[in-house]
């Protein structure tokens, strides 16, 4: 494996780390539409609470893109095939338009009972289990591959 394909690697397990350690400071809102320093967030996933709307959706979205762009650069310095990485887009693509507004949705309409749904969607949709399920779904593809090859 050449270097630049462990940077992406090393980079994206990075970004993730990061992204995950703090969780609680990426305030994307503040900083990009009101030009102030980040303040500490309090979304608690479990229990549901009163939220400006704005805010909350931008602080997610930005954290979902975040995530699955390490997510992307790990499978790209993994497999180093283009195709890979075009589906991998295929899957934030859906992920943005279909997983996360049906989360936020849930989020704000709060149906009766569906908490613990909301929490299962929330680890699905905002840390990177998606992208983290190709990579031994490509592994395979590309064993697969070579089998008919040889």
Partial sequence: MSRKRWIYIVLGMLGLFWAYLFQSYLDFYSVFFKFETPQKLNYVVSDIQ?????????NKVFRYLLNDFCAIAIIYGLFNEKK?????????IFGLLVLLPAYISIYFIKPEGFSSMLTHLHRLVMNPVLMMLLIPAFYYQRNIEQQKLA
Avoid: D
């Avoid at 709307?53 to 931008?58: A, I, K, R």
């Avoid at 890979?84 to 934030?92: E, I, N, Q, T």
């Fill in 50 to 58: 009163k939220v400006e709307p704005l805010p909350f959706v931008v």
């Fill in 84 to 92: 890979y990485v075009r589906f991998s887009f295929y899957v934030l």
